[in-house]
């Protein structure tokens, strides 16, 4: 299974940004997908927003009515990022959590290469 992420780049303070990951492989299902971040230069990661195959969703306090993450579809999910912050700017990686096919339904984390948001002016 792999995860591909993209849309990231540079936008100004107040700007918006899509950010998209799709799975692909040996896929029976996914459970959930997320979006997690890391500031460069530091060790940890943040976890941005989760939507769930049932349908709820997860925000950070800081993202809550910013963001926007999408169910997912096609094993593809979306977040779009309004009124962007500089502190927004991070590496933002993709993670899912799937069942492989074949593996008896036991679920596998996976994470996608990093994407860079950098808001700046």
């Known amino acids: 299974v792999q995860l591909q992420a993209s849309g990231g780049g540079l936008v100004q303070p107040g700007g918006s940004l899509t950010v998209s990951c799709t799975a692909s492989g040996m896929i029976f299902s996914i459970n959930s997908m997320a979006w997690y971040r890391q500031v460069p230069g530091k060790q940890q990661r943040e976890l941005v927003a989760s939507t769930f195959s049932g349908g709820n969703t997860h925000y950070v306090d800081s993202v809550k009515g910013r963001f926007t993450i999408s169910t997912i579809a096609d094993n593809t999910m979306h977040l779009q990022m309004d009124n962007l912050k500089p502190e927004d700017t991070a590496v933002y990686y993709c993670?899912?959590?799937?069942?492989?096919?074949?593996?008896?339904?036991?679920?596998?984390?996976?994470w996608g290469r990093g994407t860079l948001v950098t808001v700046s002016s």
């Open positions: 993670n899912a959590l799937v069942v492989v096919t074949g593996s008896g339904r036991a679920e596998f984390e996976y």
